[in-house]
């Protein structure tokens, strides 16, 4: 069973440029969720998606957007980059929105911007 | 004060001990509790849940819960060195239904 994947690995974006990075859940799962990490931060949560629609949205500007597609595929979108936005993004899913699931993550995309 | 707290340690345990690795919560509503393991450079991967009182053993790793105290804590034995790691707790469950996460306890198995 093929895992999370993400798409691109890595990325390098310059000040003010926008980026979309994508998420193919497991086969089967329903719900994904995006996280930023950086090491001084932590996981932070960005948004969560359940059957193409936006379920819980984190503390992030408005310049972080995403969405689901109906196959259940979700991309993450950031506008206008900033340096600070270069972090590990990760994507997450899980079978449905119960509580008893846990996450099962991604390999991640690297972004840096510079 | 955050959903989930952690130490961030780091903790440095001799190969073969017992590393305890602790976290507390503070949503009552968290009904599911995990915990991930975290190489460097790699995502988190899910190594043990846990949704009732008491313990739960799966290999060399035992997860504990305590709801009254609002307490998990994961016991790793005989630690080896790919033991080390970044450890994150999450909780969930609550408002929202939401997954909290904490930052991460850092975990160094000494040969």
């Known amino acids: 069973k093929a895992g999370v994947t993400q798409t691109p690995r890595y990325l390098i974006k310059t000040r003010g440029q926008q980026v979309t990075l994508s998420c193919s859940p497991i086969?089967?799962?329903?719900?994904v969720s995006w996280y930023q990490q950086t090491p001084g931060q932590g996981l932070q949560f960005l948004f969560e998606y359940f059957s193409e629609t936006q379920r819980n949205k984190g503390n992030f500007p408005g310049r972080f957007s995403g969405r689901q597609f109906s196959n259940s595929r979700s991309e993450m979108n950031v506008s206008t980059l900033e340096l600070g936005d270069s972090a590990l993004y990760l994507c997450a899913s899980t079978p449905a929105a119960a509580t008893n699931y846990g996450y099962t993550f991604g390999s991640g995309t690297r972004l840096t911007v510079v | 004060q955050k959903e989930v707290e952690q130490n961030s340690g780091p903790l440095s345990v001799p190969e073969g001990a017992i590393a305890s690795l602790n976290c507390t919560y503070s949503?009552?509503?968290?009904?599911?509790f995990f915990w991930y393991r975290q190489y460097s450079g790699k995502s988190p991967e899910l190594i043990m849940s846990?949704?009732?009182?008491g313990d739960k053993e799966d290999g060399r790793f035992t997860a504990q819960l305590n709801k009254a105290s609002q307490y998990v804590s994961l016991l790793i034995r005989d630690s080896q060195p790919s033991d080390s790691a970044t450890y994150l707790c999450?909780?969930?469950?609550?408002?929202?239904?939401?997954?909290?996460f904490g930052t991460g306890t850092s975990l160094t198995v000494i040969p």
């Open positions: 846990i949704y009732s009182n």
């Open positions: 949503d009552r509503g968290s009904q599911s």
């Open positions: 086969s089967g799962h329903r719900s």
């Open positions: 999450a909780a969930r469950g609550g408002t929202g239904n939401q997954f909290y």
